[in-house]
């Protein structure tokens, strides 16, 4: 009977353990890049329950701090718990009431080691993030992975985004691009997504840093067109094909 019942609890015990290893509702690709005056990002609103988008209207560009922007793509829940730390370090630092503040290389700094220490506990939060920002006049842009890998660029993107809109940004980025060019850049690689990545909604967010602040933008739709003759009939020609 004992036996039974340890047997029982170790199979109940290995079941839970591996719930929260997986992710369940995941946002797609985020963009984002220097411009001129600051850092632009893009992300749509989707959350998709496997291959379902269940969720049309999760925001998934954040403020941190003073001087900090961050996007998500993966798992929600664990971009809220992310959220929930990086609360308290904004909390801590101004309990210190010191005239100064975190900016966005220390922000992203701290993510990575939360990152990576979750990632050895073989619990990951399964995110891949982009933080960006403007202090004293110095732009910062970079990425982290699931597992803690990270870098800093002049464009960097999540997701989908690797493979499908970092092409567009290496033929199109420039250095003095303006906010108007910075935000037609990067709705064209978010139309580029839209069309190629089941996961993609048309509806999304642009969010702006600078040196005088945030700005998150409304969510709007793209202009679409749908009457390419590979998207209306894709097998043709197609060797093998249905």
């Known amino acids: 009977m004992v036996s039974s019942q340890n047997e029982s609890s170790l199979l109940s015990s290995e079941g839970d353990s ?18 001129k005056d600051g850092i632009l990002m893009a992300a749509d609103m989707g959350g998709s329950y496997g291959s379902t ?10 403020q941190v701090g003073k001087h900090s922007l961050i ?4 798992e929600i829940s664990d971009f809220q718990e992310i959220l929930r730390y990086l609360d308290e370090l904004i909390l801590h630092d101004n309990m210190w009431d010191d005239g100064n503040s975190l900016g966005p290389k220390e922000v992203h700094n701290y ?21 960006g920002g403007v202090k004293n006049g110095k732009k910062y842009l970079g990425s982290v992975s699931m597992i ?15 493979h499908l809109a970092l092409p567009i940004l290496r033929e199109e980025w420039r250095e003095d ?15 580029n997504l839209l069309y190629r990545d089941r996961s993609a909604v048309n509806k999304l967010q642009i969010a702006k840093i600078t040196e005088e602040g945030l700005t998150i ?10 009457n390419f003759a590979a998207f209306q009939n894709p097998t043709v020609g197609a060797e093998g094909s249905w």
């Not at 073989?122 to 933080?131: A, C, G, Q, T, Y």
């Not at 803690?148 to 690797?162: I, L, M, Q, S, Y």
């Not at 691009?177 to 139309?191: A, D, H, I, S, Y």
């Not at 933008?217 to 749908?226: A, E, G, V």
């Open 53 to 62: 988008i269940r969720y049309k209207s999760v925001e998934r560009l954040k």
């Open 217 to 226: 933008s409304q969510p709007y739709s793209l202009k679409t067109f749908w």
């Open 111 to 131: 993510l990575t080691r939360v990152m990576y220490n979750r990632r050895n506990k073989f619990d990951p939060l399964w995110n891949s993030l982009i933080l």
């Open 18 to 35: 591996q719930r929260t290893q997986y992710p369940y509702v995941t946002g797609t690709s985020v963009i984002g890049i220097k411009y």
């Open 177 to 191: 691009l303006t906010f108007e060019e910075g935000v037609k850049l990067l709705e064209k690689c978010m139309r």
């Open 148 to 162: 803690g890998v990270h870098f800093e660029d002049d464009h960097v993107a999540t997701g989908f985004g690797n």
């Open 71 to 74: 996007g998500a793509s993966g």
